[in-house]
């Protein structure tokens, strides 16, 4: 029987793939990466591991539901839902199923677990002792977030106590084919990473409607406003990227005394305005994450 039809991936948007680096360790990798979920997010990481140089044939994807994206990488070599026997103990194995359908999958998942196998999960709220108990193996705990899907994500990732520093590397050259890396300590912290990080496209894009919504209730023409919002979000964040310059410093380099900017930030920036607002979305994603855990 194919492995893995009682799991649903992580269907999160993605898009295009990163640019390939040439110098990249994945180039070097010899043994079995398994990636169990293929949906938007698994995608995007997949997309990027070949963009970065790693070789097709040391890729197995186990996921029921193919899109045709990934079912036509089969023909670069990615192997498309092995047999577990085909396939045996992997090196590698990146879980990117859907935290509600993980234990379900824990089964066939666990038959592709050595002792020595390294274990990197990108699914939210599942810790890394939950990981251990299903699936075994030397456990990283990651939260990406949707800009990976154009290389432009931030991953944050925590490692169990018996993850060698091979393995940390390997986890780092893997996260970092869909853009930048954080490591913590503490696993505690990773519940904020996800309201922070993780859950913070979401802010980003709602601030886009919002001020194309405000720019229509102000007169313009929707798609006008839209344009123009899409374009406002999309530039400052690109600013905010290539600059050197704290984000306060840039919002002061935008504002005039007494002028438009300064006129709007008073309502932002009041007792009522977005920080408050902002520190109750961030608390209430954390409490969500630690349910989610439980």
């Excluded at 400052?236 to 600059?243: A, I, M």
């Excluded at 930030?265 to 409490?287: F, K, S, Y």
């Amino acid at each position: 029987m194919v492995m893995g039809p009682c799991f649903r991936r992580d269907d999160t948007e993605f898009a295009e793939p990163p640019v390939s680096t040439t110098n990249s360790p994945l180039k070097d990798v010899t043994g079995t990466i398994a990636l169990a979920g293929a949906g938007k997010m698994g995608g995007a990481m997949l997309t990027g591991w070949l963009a970065q140089g790693l070789s097709p044939p040391h890729v197995a994807v186990i996921d029921p539901h193919l899109s045709p994206e990934i079912s036509a990488l089969a023909a670069r070599g990615v192997r498309l839902n092995p047999q577990a026997t085909e396939l045996g103990t992997v090196d590698t194995l990146v879980v990117a199923v859907k935290p509600q359908s993980f234990r379900d999958a824990g089964a066939a998942l666990k038959a592709l677990v050595g002792p020595s196998t390294l274990v990197v999960s990108i699914m939210a709220g599942t810790t890394i002792s939950a990981l251990e108990e299903v699936v075994g193996g030397a456990v990283v705990r990651a939260m990406p977030n949707t800009p990976a899907a154009i290389g432009r994500g931030i991953t944050v990732a925590v490692p169990s106590k018996r993850v060698t520093a091979a393995q940390r590397a390997m986890t780092d050259a893997l996260l970092k084919a869909t853009g930048l890396v954080e490591w913590v300590d503490d696993e505690s912290l990773m519940d904020a990473v996800t309201a922070v990080s993780g859950s913070g496209p979401a802010y980003v894009f709602l601030l886009a409607e919002e001020l194309a919504r405000a720019g229509v209730a102000a007169g313009l023409p929707e798609h006008l406003a839209t344009t123009l919002a899409r374009a406002t979000v999309a530039g400052s964040g690109e600013l905010l990227h290539r600059s050197d310059l704290a984000s306060a410093t840039l919002r002061q380099n935008v504002t005039s005394p007494g002028g438009t900017t300064a006129a709007a930030l008073e309502v932002l920036m009041a007792n009522d305005g977005m920080q408050p607002l902002m520190t109750r979305a961030i608390a209430a994603a954390t409490r969500r994450s630690k349910e989610l855990a439980k």
